[in-house]
Nanobody
């Protein structure tokens, strides 16, 4: 069982920065894939960025490449998302996600609201 708690959302202006954090409790393995997803009103949840916990390989959706940076702190079991040059279209609820490859299980956080004003 894994519990995820996100923090760091808020209301900022276009061009500003925000940093999201996700604190994980429970077992995190080197093969675990952790990611950020987001869901805007009226839209499906979409992948934003992900990282392989052990080796640290990172992945991004095209719309955030060069603006967002995903990172993890192994010792603290914390996942972060640094978001720079924010745009109104980044407005969404952001969710932390864990996927365990060894037993094919998924866990989600409760979400944190990010709102970008023009």
């Amino acid at each position: 069982q894994v519990t995820l708690v996100e923090s760091g959302g808020g209301l900022v202006q276009a061009g500003d920065s925000l940093r999201l954090s996700c604190a994980a409790s429970g077992r995190i393995y080197s093969s675990t894939f952790m990611a950020w997803f987001r869901q805007a009103p009226g839209k499906e949840r979409e992948f934003v960025a992900g990282i392989r916990w052990g080796v640290g390989n990172t992945y991004y959706t095209d719309s955030v490449k060069g603006r967002f940076t995903i990172s993890r702190d192994n010792a603290k079991k914390t996942l972060s998302l640094q978001m720079d040059s924010l745009k109104p279209e980044d407005t969404a609820v952001y969710y932390c996600h864990v996927h365990h490859h060894w037993d094919n299980t998924d866990y989600w956080g409760q979400g944190t609201q990010v709102t970008i004003s023009t």
